[in-house]
T-cell receptor, first 116, second 114 residues
């Protein structure tokens, strides 16, 4: 079974609008972390935001927020007031802590295009 | 603090050849993970190095091997290259036992096998 599922292969959003990128995950471990990365065409994976499974509040980093619904195993990324520079691939990833290593499992990504 | 660096940026090799990719971890980090990202897909975990030893491996054959050096930098070696090895190779730097959110990636090496 897929551990990380991103069901939106591509999205088109008008500049300045908010956008939600979906991510669901599957794990039986009580301790895990969820990441969102942005990958522009240059290829570098840019860290955006992190949510720990025991964190009580949803993570926020500037225009990025993570809508964490633990019971539904959902960790959607919300980008407020989208900008042209937000056009990129976005990946959701999970780290399962008991594995003893830092391995990340990634989803297949969502290509976001911001329309002027 | 310095970020994660990788070399070379691009590489073209012929099927059957061997290749070495290099990664320097972020200052203060002691763990390096390597990922393969085929075109149009998410990165796939190859292996991880911590304290100069392999500490976890994904579903990759033994012709993918690595090293970690005392300064925490790392190499990824691929022998007997196949066409399907063409991909972006990413390394990620972290600190085992430190903040869980610190997983920072380098710019990647784009390998083309012809």
């Amino acid at each position: 079974a897929q551990k990380i599922t991103q069901t939106q292969p591509g999205m088109f959003v008008q500049e300045k609008e908010a956008v939600t990128l979906d991510c669901t995950y599957d794990t039986s471990d009580p301790s895990y972390g969820l990441f969102w990365y942005k990958q522009p065409s240059s290829g570098e994976m840019i860290f955006l935001i992190y949510q720990g499974s025991y964190d009580q509040q949803n993570a926020t980093e500037g225009r990025y927020s993570l809508n964490f619904q633990k019971a539904r195993k959902s960790a959607n990324l919300v980008i407020s007031a989208s900008q042209l520079g937000d056009s990129a691939m976005y990946f959701c990833a999970m780290r399962e802590a008991p594995s003893g290593n830092e391995k990340l499992t990634f989803g297949t990504g969502t290509r976001l295009t911001i329309i002027p | 603090e310095t970020g994660v660096t990788q070399s070379p940026t691009h590489l073209i090799k012929t099927r059957g050849q061997q290749v070495t990719l290099r990664c320097s971890s972020q200052s203060g980090h002691n763990t390096v993970s390597w990922y393969q990202q085929a075109l149009g897909q998410g990165p796939q975990f190859i292996f991880q190095y911590y304290r100069e030893e392999e500490n976890g491996r994904g579903n990759f054959p033994p012709r993918f091997s690595g090293l970690q050096f005392p300064n925490y930098s790392s190499e990824l070696n691929v022998n007997a290259l196949e066409l399907d090895d063409s991909a972006l190779y990413l390394c990620a730097s972290s600190f085992t036992g430190g903040a869980a959110y610190e997983q920072y990636f380098g710019p990647g090496t784009r390998l083309t096998v012809t």
